[in-house]
């Protein structure tokens, strides 16, 4: 019994440690009165920026914040999908000063994909992500539009993963960073064969 507490404590534990919240920027409240998710705002109020298959017939919108660890996992995870459907990165601001402009500068890159793998790199190595360049006061709009999108659905973390299942088409949300394994069942979609065939063959 004491055995299977714990291992009950350990998973829960791996779940709240899979993504990042901010107790102020959500609360309780904001929660209770929260507005049923919809595809239709996020893609008619959320900037972001593509990644994967640009005609694809779904998008997996994944809000993140650039100084979420947890964020950082998730764009690694994905990378292995990304030939298979379109993911829509779309930076909020909420943990602190600093992820606002980072946002808004890889919103404002002539190429965000490139700027958003830099900043990662950065955010991995412990070195605190890319430096904000100058005028982004309209992508530093859009990152606060952002924002206000998210807590509007009353989602209290980050990353937060919105898509419709590719097999099912059902509308589906995470709140939290996956594993690829993890992430193409959440999705849909098929373990990448690449990923696989690159894995060391056991004698």
């Not at 996992?73 to 990304?82: F, G, I, R, S």
């Not at 379109?86 to 930076?91: A, E, K, N, Q, T």
């Not at 890889?106 to 793998?117: G, R, T, V």
Request: net charge neutral.
């Amino acid at each position: 019994m004491l055995k299977k507490f714990f291992t009950v404590f350990s998973i829960i534990a791996l779940l709240l440690l899979s993504a990042c919240k901010d107790q102020a920027a959500t609360s309780t409240a904001t929660q209770a009165n929260a507005t049923q998710v919809s595809l239709t705002a996020i893609q008619t109020e959320a900037k972001g920026f593509s990644v994967g298959v640009p005609m694809s017939a779904r998008t997996v919108y994944v809000f993140f914040d650039p100084q979420c660890p947890h964020c950082t996992a998730l764009w690694n995870a994905a990378k292995p999908l990304k030939n298979q459907i379109r993911f829509l990165w779309i930076p909020v601001g909420i943990l602190n000063p600093s992820s606002t402009t980072q946002g808004a500068t890889i919103l404002a890159s002539a190429d965000p994909e490139a700027a958003m793998d830099t900043h990662e790199a950065s955010m991995a190595a412990h070195a605190g992500g890319i430096s904000a360049t100058r005028d982004i006061d309209v992508q530093t709009a859009a990152v606060a539009q952002n924002t206000q999108l998210l807590n509007r659905f009353g989602f209290a973390s980050i990353p937060t993963i919105v898509a419709t299942h590719a097999q099912t088409g059902a509308v589906i949300t995470q709140e939290g960073s996956m594993e690829t394994a993890a992430l193409a069942s959440f999705l849909g979609l098929q373990w990448p064969v690449a990923s696989a065939a690159a894995s060391p063959v056991k004698p």
